[in-house]
């Protein structure tokens, strides 16, 4: 079974612009989080999408947005760039919303906000 | 504020000998503990998992030891191997919130041969 995959690997973009990242999860999984993770934050939680509604949200501003299609596939958004957005940002995908033990992580997306 | 400290920041240990990480938090309503091992240009890797009602889980080499009154949990690495050279991550779930999880600042593990 093919395990989560995000694209692109590896965006650079200025700040301002905005970048859209996208997560295939595991097939048959229904869920999908997304965290950010940073030298200096560590990991911290986006958000979680279910049956294409967003579930859980963690503590960052309106830039950061996301949305899951009926596929199960998921797309996160960061509208006006800023440095501190440079970060690996990691999807994770479990089977349902609380199968806290079937929750696998992608490699991510490195992003990089000069 | 952190929810789950995690300690300590780096950590090198001879090959052969026990590596061992630990966990606070404070949160009573979390019901589920991973760890996750992370390597290079990789994502987190789950580990091994313990949920609070019990107090020690095996699995190969890695146990979790759990201690619900101290509201601390460790990670201990046996016969450690340069192949475990790694960062590992602590982690607490709520029963309430899905999927979410709350990590620790991460643990950079160093096996010399």
């Known amino acids: 079974k093919a395990g989560v995959t995000q694209t692109p690997r590896y965006l650079i973009k200025t700040r301002g612009q905005q970048v859209t990242l996208s997560c295939s999860p595991i097939?048959?999984?229904?869920?999908v989080s997304w965290y950010q993770q940073t030298p200096g934050q560590g990991l911290q939680f986006l958000f979680e999408?279910?049956?294409?509604?967003?579930?859980n949200k963690g503590n960052f501003p309106g830039r950061f947005s996301g949305r899951q299609f009926s596929n199960s596939r998921s797309e996160m958004n960061v509208s006006t760039l800023e440095l501190g957005d440079s970060a690996l940002y990691l999807c994770?995908?479990?089977?349902?919303?609380?199968?806290?033990?079937?929750?696998?992580f992608g490699p991510g997306t490195r992003l990089l906000v000069l | 504020q952190q929810q789950v400290k995690q300690s300590p920041q780096s950590l090198i240990v001879q090959k052969g000998g026990i590596s061992i990480i630990n966990c606070a938090y404070e949160?009573?309503?979390?019901?589920?503990f991973p760890w996750y091992q992370q390597f290079p240009g990789k994502g987190p890797a789950l580990l091994i998992a313990?949920?609070?009602?019990?107090s020690e889980k095996k699995e190969g080499r890695f146990t979790i030891s759990f201690n619900k009154s101290a509201k601390q949990f460790s990670l201990h690495i046996m016969d450690s191997q340069p192949g475990d050279s790694a960062t590992y991550f602590c982690a607490a779930s709520r029963r309430d919130t899905g999927n979410q999880f709350y990590f620790g600042t991460g643990t950079s593990l160093t096996v010399i041969p």
């Open positions: 999408y279910f049956s294409e509604t967003q579930r």
């Open positions: 097939s048959g999984h229904r869920s």
């Open positions: 994770a995908s479990s089977s349902y919303l609380t199968s806290k033990e079937t929750q696998y």
């Open positions: 949160n009573t309503a979390f019901d589920y």
């Open positions: 313990i949920r609070p009602d019990v």
